[in-house]
C-alpha cells in the first residue's frame, strides 16, 4: 500500500499543469499518482467551490478541512480508496460536524489542553489559554485506519516574526496530540504533510555553508523538530533514514526565482512513523519530476503482510480492519447535503405550483405533425399555465374561412406606411476637408487660403473662398494647363527636398526615444538581466525592475547583509539590481545626448 503526501498549492491550479491538464476528471488525476491513500495540502478553495468531481471523485472516499475565517486559504483533504474507521477535523477535538460525533465516532477519548502545554506568549506578551485560534485555519485532518492513526497536516510558516509563536505552538500542540495516542492509548501514528521546517542543515540548500550551519540550530522551529525526531523523539524520518547522505533531495522551491531548474530548495514535506510501524516500512522516496506546484509528493509503500515473532504471518488487509469498516465515517463528503442529492434548490421553495389542465384544453405542441392554425397557437401559449377558470374569457379559436375574411379586410383598408421624416440637413463645419482633398490635384487659380466648407450629406457644396485669389497665392493645378519656369520648380524641389530630409530626420529621432529600452547588463556576468514585478503589497507593488539572469544557487551572491563575500559563487546569480524607472531614464538621456551631438 502506498501513502502520498503532496502540497499542491491550490486544487484548481493543479489541472493546468502537465501532465494533469490532459486529464480531465480529479479522479484521474488522482489515479495517477498511483496511491491508496492521498494527502494534499494548500487546498485553497471553500465548500461552497467545490464540484462534485473534487469532492466525491469515485473511488476514492475524500475527507477535507477549510480556514474557518480566510476563504481560499490553507486547508487540507485525504483521498483515500482504504476506508477508514474514523475521522476528525483538527487536533484538539474542538472542530465539530453538525450533530457532533458521539463518543463512539471520536477517535480518542481525551485531547490535548492549552494548560498542559507551556505555550508561547505571543507578539503582545499573551498566552493562548485555549486552540481556538490554532484550529481556525483548516490545518489538520487525522483518520483512524485501525493498525496506525493518520495526521494530515499542513504547518504554519513563517511569513514574519510576529508569526513565529504562532508556528511554534502549532507545534507544541501537534506533538501533545501524538504523545497522548502513542503513550495513552498505545495507538501507532503516521504523520504526513507540510511540516515548514528542515530537519538539518543537509535538507537546506545553504545548509552547508559555514555562516548557515553555525547558526542552523538557533531557530526554535528547528530545535523543536530535531527534539520530537528519533532516535531521541518519538517520530522517524523515514525517508531520510532510507537515504542518509543523499543530497540535494529537497521538496519545495521559490518558484519566483525559478529555482527548481537549479535544485536550489529546502526538504519540508515528510512522512513520520512510529517506531511500532517499521516493520510495515518497505520504502520511500520523493518525486521531484512531478510538477505542479512549488512542491513536490513525497510517498512511502508498506509491506503487503508481516511476519510476527511467533511466526504468524499477519496480511496488511486484516491489520487495517478493512472487513469492519463497510462504510465511511459521517466527516466523509459523499454524506454532504450538496453531494448526497439531499439539498432541495432555493428555487423550490419560490416557484409557482401550475394546476394540471383539462385533458379537452392541453395546449398542443408547436410542432405538431397536423397543421394548427397561428391563432390557436397564440391561445395556447397565453393560457398555458392559468387556471381553467380563466379560460373560459378566452376567445373561441377562429376557423380558415373566418380567417380569409380578416385577411380580405385588411387588403382593403391597409394601413398608411409612415411618412418620412423631413432630412435636416447637417451644419457645415468650417475648416474641415475630405481625406480625398489630400490627395487629388488642386484646382487651377484655387487660393491657399481658401476654406473648405464640406457637408458628408450634400456633396454638392462647392468651395469657397474667403477672399480673391492673388498671383502670390496661386499654385499650380495641372501642368499642362499652367506650365512653370524653370526657377519656380527648382525652387518648389528644393523644398520639397528639404521637407523629406527634415522629416526623415524627425522620424528617427523619434524612433530611439519611442524605442524600447534595452535590458541592462549586469556588473559580474555582463549578461542582459531579466525583469521582474513587484507582488507582494505595499508601495512599490505593481513596480518592475531587473535582475541578473542567471538561475539562483549555493551560495548564490543574496546581497552583503545576507551573504559572506568568500561564500559567494559567481556561477549563479550576482547581486545586481536595478529599477526599470532608472534604467528608462538612463536610456532618454543617451538618446538625447546623441541626437545633441549629431
Known sequence: MRILTWNINGIRTLPQYHPWNTLKKTSAILEGLQADIICFQEMKTTRPQLTRDIAVPDPYHAFLSFPATKGGYSGVAVYTTVIPLKAEEGLTGKLQPKPPLTSEERISPSYPAADDINLVPDEKGMVPVDFEALEAEGRALVLDFGLFVLINLYCPNEGSEERLP????????????????????????????????????????????????????????????????????????VVRQQWPDRKGMYTCWNTKISARESNYGTRIDYILLTRGMMPWFKGGDIQPSVKGSDHCPVYIDLHDQIELESGQILLLRDALKQDAAKDPPRLCTKYWDEFSNSQKLLS???????????LSQTPTPLLASSPVPLAQHSLEISTKGESPASLDKQPLPLTPKEEQIQVVKKRKNPNPPPKPSPRTPKKARVGQS?????????????????????????????????????SSQEVPGDLNH???????????SAFIANESTTSSKSKAQWSQLMAPVQPPKCDVHSEPCKQYTVNKPGPNKGKTFWLCSRPVGTGYDAGRSKRLREEVNPQYRCNFFKWSSDVKRAALRNVRSSQSEG
Open 482 to 492: 499652367s506650365p512653370l519656369d524653370l526657377d519656380d520648380l527648382s525652387q518648389f
Open 434 to 470: 475630405k481625406i480625398s482633398t489630400f490627395f487629388s490635384q488642386p484646382k487651377l487659380g484655387a487660393s491657399v487660403s481658401e476654406t473648405i466648407i464640406i457637408d458628408q450629406d450634400d456633396e454638392s457644396l462647392a468651395s469657397q473662398p474667403t477672399s480673391a485669389p492673388t
Open 166 to 237: 504562532y508556528k511554534v505552538n502549532y507545534h507544541l500542540m501537534l506533538e501533545e496530540r501524538v504523545r497522548k495516542l502513542v503513550e495513552d492509548e498505545k495507538r501507532e501514528v503516521i504523520v504526513v504533510g507540510d511540516i515548514n521546517i528542515t530537519a538539518a542543515p543537509i535538507d537546506h540548500c545553504d545548509g552547508a555553508l559555514e555562516s548557515r550551519a553555525s547558526e542552523f540550530w538557533e531557530h526554535p522551529a528547528r530545535a523543536w523538530f530535531k527534539k520530537w525526531l528519533g532516535p531521541q523523539g518519538p517520530m522517524i524520518d
Open 348 to 358: 423550490n421553495f419560490f416557484g409557482r405550483r401550475s394546476e394540471p389542465l383539462p
